[in-house]
């Protein structure tokens, strides 16, 4: 693990500054289960949670037998973007991390930039962001695990990888994040959060795990 001070902070969005881990899933479950899949939050959380639309496609099709329906997902994401006008939060104590945040910052996501977008409008911390939101359904041809968007972002941000902190919620993200040789900090702070979750991070290679931003950010200042 590298110690700060660091070069670049990259935020995953889903589960890490959007709560919406809850919302996504339980919209997914929802979904695959009107077409012949029965799935429940759990299921859906621990198989699809942290990848982009055309991952979960994929295994949608492998364990249907057949190809994932048209339409599904442009449902998911209308039925997501319907109840983000009403139900979606940031994760707490987001906010205040950004307070004084002298590090450049990023955003390097799973999900399309539409969806980012809505969620930092909604927070008012779209300013800490623009022009450095980069998405696994545009930027990349290759998901998280795969480190490819980690290195996307760090090189359009100008940083070196092992002076890059990464934020992450998921297993998949912090396999993508470990992969590209940054320093990976696993974060507990969401509502999707179960009792192993910390332990599932760990055993994909988080450096350190947090169950708060304000917990984080203590180690941050420290490292600096």
Avoid at 144 to 166: I, Q
Avoid at 174 to 199: E, F, K
Wanted: charged share 20%.
């Amino acid at each position: 693990m590298n110690k700060g001070p660091f070069e670049l902070i990259i935020f995953d969005y889903d589960g890490v500054i959007a709560d919406s881990e809850l919302l996504n899933n339980t919209v997914m479950a929802e979904l695959l289960t009107e077409i012949g899949l029965p799935t429940t939050l759990d299921d859906a959380l621990a198989t699809y949670m942290g990848k982009r639309w055309r991952d979960c496609e994929t295994i949608i099709s492998t364990r249907l037998g057949a190809p994932c329906p048209p339409g599904v997902q442009a449902e998911w994401t209308r039925r997501c973007h319907e109840r983000a006008h009403h139900e979606l939060k940031a994760v707490t104590g987001f906010n205040s991390f950004l307070v004084g945040r002298r590090e450049p910052l990023c955003i390097a996501s799973s999900s399309p930039p539409d969806w980012i977008e809505l969620g930092l409008s909604r927070f008012g911390a779209h300013n800490h962001f623009s022009g450095s939101i980069f998405s696994a359904a545009i930027h990349v041809s290759r998901g998280k695990p795969h480190p490819d968007l980690f290195f996307y972002a760090a090189d359009a941000m100008k940083a070196a990888p092992e002076r890059t902190l990464v934020i992450e919620d998921s297993p998949t993200g912090v396999l993508a994040g470990v992969a590209a040789g940054m320093t990976v900090v696993g974060l507990c702070a969401g509502g999707h959060i179960r009792s192993d979750h910390a332990q599932s991070l760990l055993q994909s290679g988080a450096h350190q795990v947090f169950d708060t931003y304000a917990d984080l950010e203590e180690w941050v200042s420290v490292a600096r």
